[in-house]
């Protein structure tokens, strides 16, 4: 089949295309049907780099069939011949239609396919099924956290992105890229995003503190957080940083005592999301540690009373392990946002969060610089996001 022949030359056409042969396959593509003028504008509009383009239009082309498929290749062909027979699909490079057919029928998959097709990620968030949702429920609820109708809620999300600083050499190119791209996630997910740009670390903590106490946690069933600056081990960096001489620095630590259990009442036993993009700094050794277990309150008498773990329904991710980088395109942001976001358009309709969180971590195995890392999780049930529903 010819989408099943598209996908087997995906990652050699993303990077042998060049932008002029693509964007006359997105007009023939238009001319002749297969797409229409939200899709074209979507490619081209909402993917900056050129493999990123390539990327979207063979995906948009595929998922819509064989006929689809079959007549990209057909307009490929015509437009660039070189690119066509490089990717093995020539007559000469191929068997007949006949053999190929046969062998679709009864050669199972490789590893390696199987692999390859895991990996293939959606540019745009899947939503997810309500019999999937509806079968969770039923089967589930003593081991998920229970969302709230859509009709009734109110999600927040709170997005802090430090990119212009005082001293000219901190700028951090290409974070307005993991900006859109994080703010676009966040409202297909169904939150209200409360974003903020290029904070001292003192307007830091007062917006993480003002977000704590909004209202419209009470009618939410969860909320995100997500930070994006410069940083170390323990603390980002706000505008005003100058290094150890004259630091300007959030000790992440104030998000979880803002959100916890004591300090944030709407978001009592609801999953509390953090995602920190920073570098943590170049000390060894550094570990992170959860706040220590609360005194018991003196004199309690009233039976009514209980207590409550003062830090619990949190799960972080952090772009890196402590005293290592994170990494940065200047045009495209930070590879963790990229990949962050791909895993949860792709993966979000089906699996809970910590199953993301490991997904994420794991498209970084072939890349030794860095490494995300999963934090402070104290989830005590599956976090299923159910986008679309």
């Known amino acids: ?27 023939d593509l238009l001319e002749a049907g297969v797409l229409n003028d939200g899709e074209k504008e ?31 290749l057909s307009l490929l062909r015509d437009r660039d011949k070189n690119i066509y027979e490089d990717l093995g699909l020539a007559p000469s490079a191929q068997s007949s239609p006949k053999v190929a057919e046969q062998k679709e029928q009864t050669v199972s998959p490789t590893p390696k396919e199987v692999e390859q097709k895991e990996r293939t990620v959606s540019p745009t968030l899947i939503p997810c099924r309500e019999e999937f949702k509806r079968e969770m429920l039923q089967k589930n609820s003593a081991s998920i956290y229970i969302p709230k109708d859509r009709s009734e809620r109110k999600r927040l999300a709170l997005l802090i992105n430090n990119i212009k600083f005082d001293r000219k050499d901190m700028e951090r190119r290409g974070a307005e890229r993991d900006e859109e791209r994080m703010e676009k996630l966040l409202k297909d997910l169904d939150y209200s995003v409360v974003k903020r740009r290029n904070l001292s670390a003192k307007d830091i903590d007062e917006t993480v503190k003002e977000f704590s106490q909004r209202e419209e946690h009470a009618q939410s069933d969860s909320a995100f957080v997500v930070l994006m600056s410069h940083g170390q081990r323990d603390a980002i960096c706000g505008i005003h940083h100058q290094g150890e001489n004259n630091p300007d620095l959030f000790k992440l630590d104030n998000i979880f005592t803002h959100l916890n259990t004591k300090n944030c009442v709407g978001l009592r036993n609801k999953p509390k999301v953090i995602v920190i993009q920073a570098c943590r700094g170049d000390e060894a050794g550094c570990t992170w540690v959860a706040d220590s277990v609360p005194e018991i309150p003196p004199g309690l008498e009233d039976d009514s009373i209980r207590r409550e773990h003062k830090e619990k329904d949190f799960i972080s991710l952090m772009s890196c392990t402590p005293d ?45 610089n860095q490494m995300p890392s999963k934090d402070r999780a104290t989830l005590t049930k599956n976090f299923y996001l159910f986008p679309g529903l």
């Open 1 to 27: 089949m010819a989408d099943k022949q598209l996908f087997s030359v995906r990652a050699k056409f993303v990077d042998k295309v060049s932008l002029g042969v693509l964007k006359q396959l997105l007009d």
């Open 42 to 72: 979507s490619v081209l509009e909402e993917n900056a780099a050129k493999m990123d383009k390539a990327r979207c239009l063979i995906d948009i082309v595929r998922k819509k069939g064989s006929k689809a498929s079959e007549k990209f």
């Open 324 to 368: 290592t980088k994170s990494y940065r395109h200047v045009v495209e942001g930070t590879l963790f946002i990229q990949r962050l976001v791909e895993m949860f358009n792709t993966y979000a309709h089906e699996d809970h969060i910590e199953e993301l969180f490991r997904k994420i971590m794991n498209q970084f195995e072939d890349f030794p």
